[in-house]
């Protein structure tokens, strides 16, 4: 090493040219490797999003804050169109992780399994191990590449094409586009088809059909100019810091993100954390204002009910695969920039044995997205709504060694081209009123869509 670069701090630029380095010294046929260095001048990750091109994803979990993981290209793809193909691909994910135990695999489903009609470029769901992994733990940033190379002389070439591809990770000189103005073109339902919608779930709940269904709405935006991601989610970021931020951008621009409250399950080892999130009242004007609304929320039945049913599934759900189940909090608030919501949080202790597939599958949906009961509710969701889910409401998170964690992706957006679509819902119960759902559909929207002008 020159005595230059011990004087020269690990900028990203000087820790991708180490990088690419150590990329170079990887004895094709030798396996799995992660190499990591550590980057020490400042960085934002967003800002490296931005700068960078191809496939890449963003995720940062909720409550600890200043842990996020930044993905660029990618070393590895499976597909999960199904929970069950999870589990097919846990052979692959654990051979990986048994070389690089810090290695992590970040991406999402769909919410429905078998549905057509679906997102251009998010058809099926995708968990990805990054090519380079900007990573933020404990304050320390780690800059990382996983790589296998093939024996020989193909090995060789594609090492080199790798450590190229090193030298070229940049942070970009702030964030490149200003926010855009935008027109809404399209509410799918609108107002008087939400209406029908609504009398329709609360038809169905009168004749013991369904106990609560969770309605979703898609806002299509048409922006004036082109949007970058990563400069809406970086100032979604601040308005709303105690979410878990994700996203996952496509070659040709095509985007999945957003900034959501809500936990599916984080798993360590044979501990599980899960919650059931939901009622939900606007924020307050006033401290004062805002104090009236919580705690109305606090002791309002229907809300409660919301909730409720939601805990009770969740505990039902993992029963069968824990050894015990317990709420572990009282029903209390998550305040956020525009709403308030009821949570409960839940722990168990798995049983040995249950995979991150199983859980997916057991959990996804709860009726924090879905509804009580599961399958009837998804078979009158699909009847019922006529705009394509997509990834939202699903869960996004990721998977690493022996833990796992997954978010429900809520309060996000999918980006395809100009067209940004917003998507928002609110769970039916016996009692639910078709206005002030609209309305809680709007405040649940609200705080995206004051980083975009909007015109009607
Ligand atoms: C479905 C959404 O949110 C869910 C529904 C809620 C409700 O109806 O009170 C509250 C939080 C979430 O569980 C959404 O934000 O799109
Ligand atoms: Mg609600």
């Known amino acids: 090493m020159s005595a230059d670069s011990f004087r020269q701090p690990l900028t990203l630029s000087v820790a991708a040219a180490k990088l690419a380095e150590k990329i170079n010294q990887v004895e094709p046929g030798s396996g799995w490797h992660r190499i990591a260095l550590p980057v020490c001048v400042e960085t934002d990750l967003l800002a490296c999003l931005a700068g960078g091109e191809g496939v890449r994803v ?179 970021q601040k308005l709303t810091p105690e ?29 599980l954390d899960s919650e059931a999130l939901a009622g939900t009242a606007p ?33 039902h759900a993992l029963q069968s695969c824990s050894e015990s189940v317990e709420p572990i909090s009282e029903m209390s608030l998550i305040r956020l920039k525009s709403v308030q919501h009821l949570r409960q949080m839940i722990r168990a202790k798995l049983k040995p044995g249950v995979t991150d597939g199983m859980l997916l599958k057991l959990l996804h949906p709860t009726p924090a997205v879905g509804g009580v009961p599961k399958d009837r509710a998804l078979e009158q969701l699909a009847t019922i709504e006529n705009h394509a889910r997509g990834w939202y409401a699903a869960p996004f998170g990721c998977i690493g060694n022996d833990q796992a964690e997954f978010a429900v992706a809520l309060r996000c957006v999918f980006l395809n081209g100009r067209n940004l679509s917003l998507y928002s819902g609110a769970g039916l119960v016996c009692g639910s009123d078709a206005n002030a759902e609209w309305a809680e559909l709007d405040s649940k929207l609200r705080t995206v869509q004051s980083l975009l002008q909007i015109s009607q």
Request: some cysteine; aromatic content about 8%.
């Open 58 to 236: 963003y995720w940062s979990q909720r409550d600890t804050p200043g842990q996020e993981t930044a993905g660029f290209g990618v070393a590895l793809a499976l597909n999960v169109a199904h929970t069950c193909d999870l589990d097919e691909c846990l052979p692959v994910i654990r051979n990986i992780l048994n070389t690089c135990p810090q290695a992590r695999f970040v991406g999402g489903l769909p919410f429905f399994e078998d549905r057509k009609e679906q997102w251009p470029g998010f058809e099926g769901g995708e968990l990805i191990l990054p090519r380079f992994e900007l990573t933020r733990r404990q304050g320390q940033l780690t800059l990382a590449c996983h790589v296998e190379l093939p024996a020989g002389a193909a090995g060789e070439q594609f090492r080199s094409q790798i450590a190229r591809q090193a030298l070229s990770l940049k942070e970009a000189k702030g964030f490149p586009c200003a926010l855009p103005s935008a027109e809404i073109v399209k509410e799918n339902p609108d107002w008087q088809l939400w209406q029908n919608q609504v009398g329709q779930v609360l038809g169905l709940m009168e004749q013991d059909e369904l106990e609560k269904l969770v309605l979703s709405r898609e806002q299509q935006l048409e922006l004036e100019a082109d949007l970058c991601p990563w400069s809406l989610l970086s100032a979604w």
């Open 243 to 271: 979410t878990y931020r994700f996203a996952f951008i496509r070659e040709n621009g095509q985007c999945f993100f957003g900034a959501s409250p809500e936990r599916l399950y984080r798993r360590n080892g044979q501990t």
């Open 283 to 315: 924020r307050g004007l006033t401290p004062a204002q805002d104090r009236r609304l919580a705690s109305a929320l606090l002791s309002d039945d229907k809300n409660r009910r919301e909730n409720s049913l939601v805990l009770q599934a969740v505990r």
